[in-house]
């Protein structure tokens, strides 16, 4: 028996850890260890996320830029950007004729965006900072971008709240939520579709859509109609 209950508690140690370390990765156990384990894996991201060209183009890209349309050379912050992802894809756009801050609390992660998105120095700047708060002054950017990333943040609400600060009255921010049985993993940070829809009104956005992307993640579109204070 007392053989039996050790490996059952092994078993439930490792089950635990499993669920701490790799589903959640590590958001429960504080920042600096979500941001330890980026580091860790950063030179292998790309190849483990093996992302579809023809699928960034026409889910990502395209309908980014046709809401780019109307604005004149934006300026865009990319939050969390990781290896560069958005930037990268972009900037190698001819339809994209701005320029953009990426910013990560990962400086492993940094240092591969800055590898990838050497041909664009003169476009791109990155930043080495958490999202929440920003070290930028209010209504700076023309359109923000969080990818895969608000349920690893501290809160999502404060990160939330500083993108819309950032953001110029009319800016465009695209983000996501979790949508898959995994998502609901991260407990009281998991947000429904009404959650998050109702969270983004008391922020101050409109126009708010949530559209199916890829899978486990939706969409979520917005367009800031002024400024509102949020704590929480």
């Not at 404060?158 to 110029?168: D, G, S, Y």
Request: glycine share 8%; aromatic share 10%; net charge neutral.
């Amino acid at each position: 028996m007392v053989i039996l209950a050790a490996v059952l508690l092994l078993i439930g140690l490792a089950l635990l850890a499993y669920y701490l370390l790799v589903l959640t990765e590590g958001v429960f156990l504080g920042r600096r260890l979500v941001v330890w384990l980026y580091d860790r894996v950063a030179k292998r991201y790309d190849a483990l996320k093996q992302f579809d060209s023809d699928y960034e183009e026409a889910f990502l890209a395209r309908p980014l830029l046709f809401r780019l349309a109307d604005m004149t050379e934006p300026h865009l912050l990319d939050v969390a950007t990781g290896t560069g992802r958005v930037p990268a894809l972009l900037l190698g756009h001819g339809a994209f004729r701005g320029r953009i801050t990426a910013l990560d609390a990962s400086s492993e992660m940094l240092a591969q965006a800055a590898q990838k998105l050497a041909p664009y120095r003169g476009r791109v700047t990155l930043q080495h900072s958490p999202a929440a708060p920003l070290p930028f002054a209010d209504d700076t950017f023309d359109a923000v971008t969080c990818l895969e990333a608000l349920e690893f943040m501290p809160s999502d609400a404060a990160a939330l709240a500083e993108m819309v600060r950032v953001l110029k009255p009319g800016g465009l921010l695209l983000t996501t939520r979790r949508s898959d049985w995994e998502g609901k993993l991260f407990l009281h940070r998991y947000r429904s579709r009404d959650s998050m829809t109702d969270l983004l009104r008391a922020l101050g956005l409109y126009q708010i859509e949530i559209n199916p992307w890829q899978v486990g993640y939706e969409q979520v579109w917005g367009v800031k109609v002024g400024r509102m204070n949020y704590e929480g």
